[in-house]
């Protein structure tokens, strides 16, 4: 197999533990593995619980500090009271880090779906790589 090893442009001549520092420190501020598997899990579950047939609005409230979601439910043509509902969660969480809202099209959803089938598998496979990543910057 044919492996290439790429840095990124930042990263050249560095050394590797100011490079391992920095990759831990932003994840350690970001949670963008604990954010991606969030935002995987949301998405399955909006698919599970619409059975491919709901064609409204989601408003997913992630709460990582109890890692739970909440998913609230709007119909195809309750799109103004999706929106309403959603900059007023925005509006009352600003100042809670742990928590985030987000405005989902469950159609937008089923277009990924349809044409990336293979999305679920490319968005574990990239989780674990970064998992992979984070684990050898701890070693």
Do not use: W
């Not at 501020?29 to 935002?39: E, P």
């Amino acid at each position: 197999m044919y492996e290439t090893k790429i840095l990124p442009e930042d990263f050249k001549g560095r050394a590797l533990d100011d490079i391992r520092k920095e990759i831990l420190d932003t994840d350690s501020r970001l949670s963008l593995v604990k954010s991606l598997q969030r935002a995987a899990a949301t998405a399955s579950s909006i698919e599970e619980q619409s059975n491919g047939r709901f064609s409204g609005y989601h408003v997913p409230e992630l709460d990582s500090a109890s890692k739970k979601v909440r998913l609230i439910p709007f119909k195809a043509d309750q799109l103004e009271q999706a929106e309403s509902y959603y900059r007023a969660r925005e509006e009352d969480t600003r100042n809670e880090q742990a928590f985030s809202v987000v405005l989902i099209s469950a159609g937008s959803i089923k277009a990924i779906r349809k044409a990336c089938p293979n999305h679920s598998l490319y968005t574990r496979t990239f989780i674990n790589n970064c998992r992979k990543v984070l684990n050898m910057c701890n070693s």
